[in-house]
């Protein structure tokens, strides 16, 4: 298990295959991956094998990292960093379990991925997407210190907002 950030509240790692449960738990929440484009994974073993093919932190030296609860050991989403090679940007995400949202979980993991990526990895910007509707996450960005770039197609069916943040 590689630490990577510590907060006040939580901890980061990076995120291995003995989280495919909760992994695979977290995606089951339709309001979880209500705003992502992606879909549930079909059982445990399909986010095991997600998980053992994850190759960001190889190529990268970054990614999205395993959020952990301090005070409870408890695994309560992820939040990190991915570069797009084709766009030449990172981008910042996050998921929690529904239970733990609106209890500042990503606000705080998030700030310490800003401010790692610009202290640590020497990011010049970094962007945040959301779908227009998600407004949740899009105070997040905001409360972060992104600010509002751009609209864009999310997928056919769905309008998306981009925010940045630079150095």
């Not at 998921?95 to 998030?110: L, P």
């Not at 227009?132 to 972060?144: D, G, H, Q, R, Y």
């Amino acid at each position: 298990m590689k630490e990577i950030l510590k907060t006040e509240r939580l901890l980061l790692r990076e995120l291995n295959p003995d989280d495919a449960e909760n992994f695979y738990k977290l995606n089951l929440n339709p309001n979880v991956i209500k705003y992502t484009g992606n879909s549930a994974f079909k059982d445990i073993d399909e986010a095991k094998e997600f998980l053992e093919n994850y190759q960001d932190y190889k190529i990268n030296g970054f990614g999205r990292w395993a959020v952990i609860e301090k005070s409870n050991n408890e695994f309560l989403g992820w939040c990190g960093l991915k570069y797009d090679k084709i766009l030449d940007e990172t981008d910042i995400g996050f998921r929690f379990f529904e239970e733990h949202w609106n209890k500042g979980f990503a606000t705080e993991s998030a700030k310490a991925c800003i401010d790692f990526g610009f202290e640590n990895l020497n990011l010049k910007s970094i962007v945040g997407r959301a779908m227009k509707e998600n407004i949740a996450s899009i105070k997040v960005l905001e409360k972060i210190g992104l600010k509002f770039e751009r609209e864009f197609d999310f997928d056919k069916n769905n309008k998306g907002v981009i925010y940045k943040i630079e150095k």
